[in-house]
């Protein structure tokens, strides 16, 4: 591409996209409160990440005999850190934190990070069901991990660019989520597979007492945990550019077409939260490798055909 | 006073509570679970996560020691709640949630307790005895990249190094001793399945009840008051049936088998044949339930009759979990009386079921049998 098609902003503004981030995870805890309280017939809910942040900040934490501390620390801390780099790169309409030339695959490079990540926190805490948390994790990450590589490679070659705001710009007509909706589906499953969200989080689960989580206290928790959000709001406002024609949309101005957009992948992805079953790590194993990956491959064959085609 | 007492305030409503059932009070754990969810409040699954520690039930000498474990392992600010009846919850929260507010009180607590954690000098055998979720297991995290097998007199922070064993392919593996239970969520009050690991695989396992309970029931009503006494079917069914949804992971449908539980527990029947209803269609509807169920603990008629099972545990978890909804739709509905029961599943005979399952398996293979709580059986079965 000879020019950019987003304007670089300087590197303050990423005080105002962490900002805008963090606002969007409140959002999801939100929601994922509430959608909890009606489920519990409880009512209320709106306000409880408040009351939940609060709990944790007040909590002391606390160590385990023989702990990792510093890994386990890096582990959860970690996960706070990744979302804010994942955002580097998405264009908020016209304007982007850093225009790299590879941004799709900095991307990629951030989510295949969670998988030390999550696997430090649950070795960290030097007890058995962390540790069998954190390998669930690895095994979960086997399975998504390559269908979701290939899944970010098809619009990169509809675009024939790796840089974000290229491929949201190649989108002006048609959406990618119209012609590739299999990569779409794909990638959403990565994004909830990083965050270790809903049907990815036996490594959290209840069967193993939390697992990753099962040691953790106070602050060392509410990173950990505002990491996970931040991940999937992360993952939810990078589908945007990829597949939903960024800043595309009538009436409202680019980047509040991209802040729309995101909130609803976001609401879905909460809202499937409850209603989906944890994929066992070994049975999910097959459906990603059997199933999953060669769908993604088949989808990128599909698409660069067309754009062979298209001349 | 002012920034610290008002995070205070606001954590107070957002309070975990770790609830630990004395087997026999299954009433008193239902009314905690009910009214902390009324409250806004979330069950705790770890003490590392708890605010509050709520011990349905006088607990017995074995008991009492992991509670007072438990206890240790919360981070603080922490409350205990000792509760011996259902009618006493509400109070005994009200009091949980106004001692969680005095903020000097937990400042001296925090002073004044151990400032390491370490592992109890009493710790049995091999140090795998009690601990129940694992943590501080001793005698687990001893992968060989700590120095190599061998000597177990080596012992880092009093952790012996694991001991090598054959796995089922006859390579040596390390195995790892992890006791399930007695305070784990969604398991059996009181059940505790001390297991052999190898990997996250169950080589080996033991079964008993926490403070040999099982002959001793009057005890347990003595103290309970209400409480006690043989549970209604139905709700102990709902009660097996959210346990084993909540381990699947489907929250909403876990969430519909407790509004269930606790509308037949209060006899609200109309609320509870609603609930009852969308639970089935939930439970019917989810092909992603039904393949993560799919499989689990598969008995077929030569499997029941070696582990001299009643003839309801057949099939997988799936099958299990459907015809037990479908019992709790006839008796919510009224519509036919209870069949005749054939009986639990003793607790005994679980190790030999769960050898050779994955740790997430034995949890929902468990949780989809109907574990008898007060079993004839009196022995202690070996896998």
């Not at chain 2, 001991?163 to 006791?179: A, C, I, N, S, Y």
Request: glycine fraction near 12%.
């Amino acid at each position: 591409m000879a020019e950019s098609v987003v304007t670089t902003v300087p590197g303050g503004w990423a005080v105002l996209a962490g900002i805008l981030l963090c606002g969007l995870a409140f959002f999801a805890v939100a929601l994922d409160a509430a959608l909890s309280a009606r489920a519990q017939g409880t009512g209320g809910g709106w306000g409880a990440p408040l009351g939940r942040a609060a709990r944790l900040l007040r909590q002391r934490r606390r160590s385990t005999v023989a702990a990792d501390t510093l890994l386990w620390r890096i582990g959860g801390a970690g996960m706070l850190v990744g979302a804010f780099l994942m955002i580097a790169v998405i264009p908020l309409g016209e304007w982007t934190l850093a225009d790299l030339d590879v941004g799709v695959v900095w991307f990629n490079t951030v989510d295949v990070m969670v998988w030390a990540l999550v696997w430090l926190a649950g070795w960290g805490a030097n007890s058995a069901h962390g540790l069998v948390g954190g390998y669930r994790f690895l095994a979960h990450g086997l399975a998504y991990e390559l269908p979701l590589m290939f899944a970010l490679v098809a619009p990169a070659i509809a675009a024939g660019s790796l840089a974000v705001g290229d491929v949201a710009a190649a989108q002006d007509g048609v959406w990618f989520v119209v012609w590739m909706p299999v990569a779409f589906l794909v990638f959403l499953i990565g994004v909830t597979g990083f965050s270790v969200w809903g049907p990815f989080a036996p490594a959290l689960a209840a069967d193993i007492g939390g697992g990753v989580l099962a040691e953790l206290s106070g602050v060392d928790r509410l990173v950990l945990q505002a990491g996970r959000y931040l991940f999937l709001t992360a993952g939810a406002a990078f589908s945007v550019p990829l597949f939903l024609g960024g800043g595309a949309g009538p009436v409202l101005p680019g980047w509040a077409w991209v802040l729309v957009k995101t909130v609803a992948v976001l609401a879905v992805l909460v809202w499937l939260r409850r209603k989906l079953p944890l994929l066992r790590p070994d049975r999910f194993m097959e459906i990603g490798w059997m199933v999953l990956l060669p769908a993604a491959v088949l989808q990128d064959l599909v698409v660069s055909l067309v754009v062979v085609w298209k001349g | 006073m002012g920034l610290s007492g008002a995070l205070a305030r606001l954590a107070v409503r957002a309070t975990r509570v770790l609830v630990v059932e004395v087997p026999g009070h299954w009433a008193t754990r239902m009314e905690v679970e009910h009214q902390l969810l009324r409250r806004g409040w979330r069950p705790a699954w770890t003490p590392a996560d708890a605010d509050v520690l709520a011990v349905c039930g006088a607990p017995g000498p074995e008991l009492s020691e992991l509670v007072d474990r438990l206890w240790e392992q919360m981070p603080g600010p922490r409350v205990r709640a000792d509760i011996t009846s259902p009618g006493t919850v509400g109070s005994a929260l009200d009091a949980a949630a106004a001692l969680l507010l005095d903020t000097p009180h937990h400042r001296t607590d925090a002073q004044e307790r151990a400032q390491e954690p370490e592992i109890p000098e009493d710790a049995d055998h091999g140090g795998h005895g009690g601990m129940d979720h694992g943590e501080m297991d001793h005698g687990e995290m001893d992968h060989g990249g700590h120095g190599g097998h061998g000597g177990m007199d080596m012992a880092p922070e009093g952790i012996p190094l694991a001991e090598g064993g054959e796995d089922r392919d006859g390579l040596e593996m390390d195995v790892l001793h992890l006791p399930l239970g007695p305070v784990l969520p969604f398991w059996p009050a009181g059940l505790v399945l001390r297991c052999s690991l190898q990997g996250d695989v169950v080589v080996n396992a033991e079964a008993s009840m926490v403070d040999g309970r099982n002959d001793d029931e009057d005890d347990g009503a003595g103290a309970a008051g209400p409480s006690a006494g043989p549970a209604p079917a139905a709700v102990v069914r709902c009660d097996q049936v959210m346990a084993l949804l909540a381990l699947a992971g489907v929250e909403d449908a876990a969430a519909c088998a407790r509004r269930a539980r606790d509308a037949l527990l209060c006899g609200d029947e109309d609320a509870a044949r609603d609930a009852v209803e969308r639970l089935d269609r939930t439970v019917r509807r989810s092909w992603l339930l039904r393949s993560s169920l799919r499989g689990v603990l598969l008995l077929d008629r030569a499997g029941l009759e070696r582990h001299g099972l009643p003839g309801h545990c057949r099939g997988d978890a799936h099958d299990r979990l459907l015809s037990r909804v479908e019992r709790i739709r006839a008796e919510a509905g009224g519509t036919e009386p209870t069949p005749a029961e054939d009986g639990g599943v003793p607790w005994a005979v679980v190790p030999d079921l769960v050898t050779g399952l994955e740790l997430g398996s034995v949890r929902l293979a468990v949780a989809s049998l109907d574990l008898d709580p007060h079993p004839a059986v009196q022995a202690v079965g070996h896998g």
